[in-house]
């Protein structure tokens, strides 16, 4: 049996605390023995990445600790739990079940009278089918043109995963000869936003994909009915260009508004669902089924060594422990997440969304108030433009920021210049090396404005190149990385009660039921 | 005569402290008094803007307190020196200028042995010229064909700044007849970034912006190369395709690879360089002389209000200092910035580096460590995007965030539909509102996990439309917090040590004049 336990009730906790000031980067980073460090403190993921921390604040003591909190609270007999189909989110009362859309884990889980691994794969494959026809010239517009452009009208983790995702491939899709239709994303009611995506797509020969588990989520819908009149504003049928994605009991899955309906169910989180059919229908149109199923099948090996028990062969549990290290006994507010690849652009905005939107809570998973920090603030930007932009605070700034890298040895598009003998590529990886060794082992200077005080622990997750594989990989670790730290603080990782109040509160405003401040506030809007 | 205090010898951080708690925000904000306090708690920003703080953690008293505090760090004269062109960035021994180049708040200021007034004047004028000669059809290709496309090349404050201003504009310019050449930006050093770039333009018709006020930005040039090498491959001469914007001293000054050279000098800080020829080479480009020129005159007209001595007629130093008491005296860390407009996408991205790069800051003006906290961490999306992302940690979470929200009444391209009775653009507004009063006042609720805490902090800016006179007021806006709440701390908001360590080590890297850890991480990339 697995007990829940409180964070601040736990005896590792204080093992925590005493090797605290243990590590200093500048000493264990000196000299040769820093650079066996350097090799040793690595960690293999799936499809060739590695998980390194040399530049962590730990050794092997820190470790010792980290490893016993990580028997304290049982996180892999619940990650085993949560794969085997128990009822994890317990406010919500449901199962947790991204990862059987890429891999089956455990035993059968079996709910709403059928076998759950089944009716994911049975939906991909149904994708993977409507996009071959598509692709194929089988499934066309009005007049029996092939659709050119994808666009996916979803918010939140409707959107979020999905285009950093395209992002992350669409150059390597060009360059491989993968790129079977062009994807574009609307999200923000914001009217210029659809309006803005729409003048860019030739729409007779656009496809939408509309993305939504409930089927009632304001803006996804105010944004159809947009697209609906845009479509139609050009003698368009607009149940000739739209899909949906949604659950099986939304009022959008009996609509013959769509060519297609494709399903989810409410055991896949928005955060998590990129590896459902909300990732599938638009990754599948832009890449192909082949490619869609690669991200699966790195994500599926990172998950399986996320079971393992020895620390230095589970990157995903080990990154959480060190997180929770990082946040609760060295009290760090923030990680930012910088990778030294532009296709990664917007994977920071991923993971902000799929760490803060778990974590960020201050009740356990029982509904009592916690008596210390959760999840981190998270933010990033590519290097090296982040070099050129807030590294300052990083490095000389008053508070210490984790920072997590991400590199990778080869571009995606191979195609480079030498200047001053070396490519643009190794400029690219010379500076994360660089920008580690100067977080972390700081330079003394007489002038303390040209003082770098060090001590900023790193991590770096680096690989080959970024492929649909490794992409799945990076995709897996995070989700699992948030899983981890939500069981060691006793969190429910699932839910997200706080984008309720909002919600309600906007529905009065425009329904002109407010008084008061609230009104005060409508009234500068003129609403 | 000024004095230069650290801040933990102030005498009005003890008022300050006297007064911390106040203010409940779900007191003062409670039935007609607190909608008397969201019409009240409002300040006048240039073109029409408004700075509304009644839910910040501010009365009368704090008020009282804030205003001592902005006598006794005499920050309004301290503004004065810098507008009236003494040396205030100290460490690196120069002037302050960037305000001068929208507008002439002082006494002449004579450097360099001319009117610094006059020399930016110049400078803008060329570039107008140009850009109407570029839209003429006068500066053509090699077959005399018109430019139809514009690229910059630079980064961080090359880029941060103009980019977020495109992006800004270019659905108003579409919209309003205003746009006279696409824009595009190439920054990272990642090959790919270029590659992607170059291959969505046509480069026969396109020309290069290239930026960099040293002319020795290692990114910058190795993307030159770039450029230069593809605009060969497809048998066109590079020096017909560029123009450069750079300090008169540069290496790129005198050089025969443009068409024509625009200047700054040491005066304007990267971050500060939007209102240069750093932004007026692509923003001209794209939107014409005339459009670049309201983005600096409500960026000047917003500079007048940040001279004014009364704290309710000056809402640049109004937000500085409420800034510097929720993060010294309230202790909350980051600040997020929440723009109800995709237009203002890459906003945050900008105020980011604004901020953290300006303010990351662990030495106060003379080069002593401080004891006590400076700028926050910044980070940013739009609404409402961002509510169903990380706003379950602005709400939820166990660290307390301010939030700084901006929006306007009206959508850019006036496109829009009625759903269930309001536009988009309503539906927009009633969130950001919605979302202050949830953020402030919370919610009581039996189970805990529906339960909000309230008193989170939000400020709002709000107007008409985002047009280039609002964007250069809130450019501006943000401009002068920044720098007030740098006087405040006593540190050099102008100066940005904390970027060379990084610079250095990734140069030794690329000579393989490494050993132990540096090299080891090296080899982990093969470089």
Redo the contacts between chains.
């Keep these: 049996m697995v007990e829940w336990k409180n964070f601040d009730e736990l005896k590792s906790v204080k093992a925590l605390e005493e090797v605290k000031d243990e590590v200093s980067l500048k000493e264990v980073?000196?000299?040769?023995a820093?650079?066996?460090?350097?090799?040793k403190y690595?960690v293999p993921m799936a499809e060739g990445l590695?998980y390194?921390y040399?530049a962590k604040l730990v050794d092997d003591k820190v470790m010792a600790a980290l490893k016993q909190l990580a028997d304290e609270t049982q996180v892999l007999d619940k990650f085993a739990l949560l794969y085997n189909g128990e009822v994890v989110n317990t406010?919500e009362n449901r199962r947790v079940l991204h990862h059987l859309c890429r891999g089956q884990l455990g035993k059968d889980v079996i709910a709403d009278g059928e076998n759950k691994r089944d009716f994911y794969v049975e939906q991909q494959k149904r994708i993977a089918d409507f996009a071959n026809d598509v692709h194929a010239g089988k499934i066309v517009n009005e007049k029996g043109e092939k659709f050119t452009t994808a666009v996916q009208i979803g918010?939140?983790?409707s959107?979020?995963g999905p285009r950093a995702l395209y992002i992350a491939l669409?150059?390597w899709a060009?360059h491989t000869g993968n790129l079977k239709m062009q994807a574009k994303f609307i999200?923000?009611?914001?009217?210029?936003?659809?309006?803005?995506v729409l003048?860019s797509c030739d729409l007779a020969h656009t496809l939408f994909v509309l993305v939504s588990k409930s089927g009632t989520t304001?803006?996804t819908?105010?944004?159809e009915?947009?697209v609906m009149?845009a479509l139609k504003k050009e003698g368009l049928d607009p149940s000739k260009h739209m899909i949906t994605c949604t659950s099986e009991t939304s009022p959008l899955a009996k609509s013959n508004d769509f060519i297609a309906a494709f399903f989810m169910d409410d055991y896949i989180g928005?955060?998590y669902s990129s590896s459902s059919v909300v990732g599938a229908g638009i990754l599948s149109l832009a890449f192909g089924p082949e490619v869609y199923a690669d991200i699966l099948e790195g994500a599926a090996e990172e998950d399986k060594l996320a079971r393992n028990t020895d620390l230095e062969k589970n990157p995903d549990l080990l990154d959480a422990l060190i997180g929770v290290y990082e946040r609760n006994i060295k009290g760090y507010?923030?990680t930012a997440v910088l990778p030294?690849?532009?296709?990664l652009a917007r994977f920071p905005?991923h993971l902000?969304?799929l760490d803060?939107?778990s974590?960020?809570?201050?009740?356990n998973r029982f509904?009592?108030?916690?008596n210390?920090?959760?999840?981190p603030?998270?933010?990033g930007?590519?290097?090296?433009?982040g070099?050129?932009?807030?590294?300052?605070?990083?490095?000389?700034?008053?508070?210490i920021?984790p920072l997590q890298f991400i590199?990778f040895?080869n571009?995606?598009?191979e195609?480079?210049?030498v200047?001053?003998?070396?490519?643009?590529?190794?400029?690219?990886?010379?500076?994360?090396?660089?920008?580690?060794?100067?977080f972390a082992?700081?330079?003394e200077d007489e002038?303390?404005?040209?003082a770098?005080?060090g001590e900023r622990p790193c991590s770096?997750i680096?690989g080959d190149q970024l492929t649909p594989g490794t992409l799945g990989a990076l995709l897996a670790h995070f989700e699992n990385k948030v899983m981890f730290q939500g069981f060691v603080w006793n969190i429910?990782s699932f839910?997200?009660?706080?984008?309720?109040?909002?919600?309600?509160?906007?529905?009065?405003?425009?329904a002109h039921n407010t008084?008061?401040?609230?009104?005060?506030?409508?009234d500068?809007?003129?609403?």
Tied chains: 1, 2.
């Design positions: 980073l000196a000299g040769e820093g650079a066996e460090r350097v090799k690595t590695h390194n040399a406010g918010i939140g983790g959107d979020l669409e150059n060009k999200s923000n009611v914001d009217p210029d936003d659809a309006s803005a003048a304001l803006e819908l105010t944004n009915a947009f009149d928005g955060r507010e923030a030294y690849s532009q296709a905005a902000q969304q803060m939107e974590n960020g809570k201050s009740v509904g009592q108030p916690v210390y920090v959760t999840g603030i998270i933010f930007e590519p290097g090296t433009n070099q050129h932009s807030f590294y300052q605070l990083l490095h000389q700034g008053t508070n920021v590199g040895r571009s995606q598009l195609n480079d210049v200047i001053e003998d070396s490519t643009s590529q190794k400029k690219l990886n010379a500076n994360v090396v660089a920008q580690i060794m100067a082992c700081g330079k002038n303390p404005n040209k770098f005080a770096l680096y429910n839910d997200q009660e706080g984008v309720q109040l909002g919600k309600k509160l906007a529905k009065k405003v425009l008084d008061s401040a609230l009104k005060a506030y409508a500068l809007f003129e609403i």
